[in-house]
């Protein structure tokens, strides 16, 4: 019994000095000889009895190895590469670009490189030969007066629209904002013309609108009027018409973009503010406006760029014919009509016009950038 106790002591003990090498350094070697321990080599590889263990590197090895993982390891975490990353071809993130690339180049660059070459052509609206005529199309749109027209009413459209496009919905998202039953219902009310397609929304409203519609009706009825209003023969009245239509169908749109932003803005600095006296004008002024001022800039810039590309709201009021005498025409109706008429277009005047417009839209995109610096802390 005692000697196979003994025995279960000398097997274990090597082990033990294997998980705990301090033991191998601590014990002398007369002593690991005595119990048959095993001949450990130290950390230079040199075996008990001096002799150089056959698993010890050459000097140059063990010298060069620690160098060369240390080079590796650097480069390796400092290009951020880890795993099949380490062995992937530095053409292979383009290739997966590829297909966006393309569309981009040919949908996108490709149409804008191809309009502004035309911007100094004469070319039919169907095709055929183009002359190159230099910047005498800028010339004629100097002065062209029909353009001035449509580049006020452009102007006009957005100088009107966009504040209110601005200040509107988030009125509106602070009214439904409220956790009230039936509000998703409300929400989901508001949001409906958003998915409704434009031309029928426009035709709707030309319902709504012209001389024997619902409004002039209702207003004859009750005898606040005698005549109908000309909303839709009045070139200002259709203007402003075409208005209300880009309104009515953005409200819901831009609600959404507020209902992120005040969900961001903390509660705490309603409920301060409510505790310090401030009522609910001044909780909105200075609680709620500085929290989504970011947002409000990036609606006022989608804003104003959609205001400079409005076409269907004015041709669908109009009839197609951008009111009495062209009056409500905007640049982009405008390019319409002086670019791709089949009997009178030139293709080349009509890119003339489209260059300015571009011009004119990347101005407001810049102008609303700077405003977002200038509100940003120092």
């Given at each position: 019994?005692?000697?196979?106790?003994?025995?279960?002591?000398?097997?274990?003990?090597?082990?033990?000095?294997?998980?705990?090498?301090?033991?191998?350094?601590?014990?002398?070697?007369?002593?690991?000889?005595?119990?048959?321990?095993?001949?450990?080599?130290?950390?230079?590889?040199?075996?008990?009895?001096?002799?150089?263990?056959?698993?010890?590197?050459?000097?140059?090895?063990?010298?060069?190895?620690?160098?060369?993982?240390?080079?590796?390891?650097?480069?390796?975490?400092?290009?951020?590469?880890?795993?099949?990353?380490l062995h992937r071809q530095w053409w292979v993130p383009y290739l997966w670009l590829a297909p966006s690339l393309a569309g981009i180049g040919v949908f996108g660059i490709y149409p804008f490189v191809k309009a502004v070459y035309l911007s100094f052509t004469s070319t039919p609206p169907l095709g055929g030969d183009s002359t190159w005529v230099g910047i005498e199309n800028y010339v004629l749109l100097?002065?062209?007066?029909?353009?001035?027209?449509?580049?006020?009413?452009?102007?006009?459209?957005?100088?009107?629209?966009?504040?209110?496009?601005?200040?509107?919905?988030?009125?509106?998202?602070?009214?439904?904002?409220?956790?009230?039953?039936f509000i998703g219902f409300f929400r989901s009310i508001f949001y409906t013309p958003v998915v409704a397609s434009m031309v029928v929304v426009g035709l709707m409203w030309v319902w709504l609108l012209q001389d024997q519609g619902l409004i002039n009706s209702i207003l004859r009825g009750t005898h606040l009027i005698h005549r109908g209003i000309p909303f839709l023969s009045n070139s200002w009245l259709l203007l402003?018409?075409?208005?209300?239509?880009?309104?009515?169908?953005?409200?819901?749109?831009?609600?959404?973009?507020?209902?992120?932003?005040?969900?961001n803005v903390p509660r705490e600095l309603h409920e301060a503010a409510q505790i310090d006296g401030a009522g609910a004008v001044r909780r909105f002024l200075n609680v709620t406006v500085p929290g989504v001022k970011p947002m409000m800039l990036l609606v006022g810039t989608f804003t104003a760029i959609g205001?400079?590309?409005?076409?269907?709201?004015?041709?669908?009021?109009?009839?197609?014919?951008?009111?009495?005498?062209?009056?409500?025409?905007?640049?982009p109706f405008y390019i319409r009509s002086a670019g791709l008429d089949p009997s009178s277009g030139d293709a080349g005047y009509g890119s003339a016009i489209s260059v300015v417009l571009f011009a004119l839209t990347l101005g407001f995109a810049i102008l609303a950038r700077r405003l977002a610096r200038g509100d940003e802390p120092s």
């Open positions: 019994m005692e000697r196979s106790h003994g025995r279960r002591k000398r097997g274990l003990r090597p082990v033990f000095e294997l998980v705990f090498p301090a033991s191998l350094t601590s014990a002398s070697g007369a002593e690991r000889s005595a119990e048959g321990a095993p001949n450990v080599p130290d950390e230079r590889g040199v075996l008990e009895g001096g002799t150089k263990s056959p698993l010890a590197l050459a000097p140059e090895s063990a010298a060069l190895a620690p160098a060369a993982r240390g080079r590796a390891r650097p480069q390796a975490r400092r290009d951020g590469l880890s795993g099949a990353a100097a002065k062209d007066p029909e353009f001035w027209l449509a580049t006020r009413n452009s102007v006009l459209y957005t100088l009107v629209v966009v504040p209110l496009m601005v200040v509107l919905p988030l009125l509106l998202a602070i009214l439904v904002e409220k956790r009230i039953p402003f018409s075409a208005m209300g239509l880009t309104l009515w169908k953005g409200l819901g749109w831009y609600m959404v973009f507020y209902l992120v932003a005040l969900a205001c400079m590309r409005i076409f269907t709201e004015v041709y669908v009021l109009s009839g197609t014919t951008g009111g009495p005498g062209g009056q409500a025409e905007t640049l």
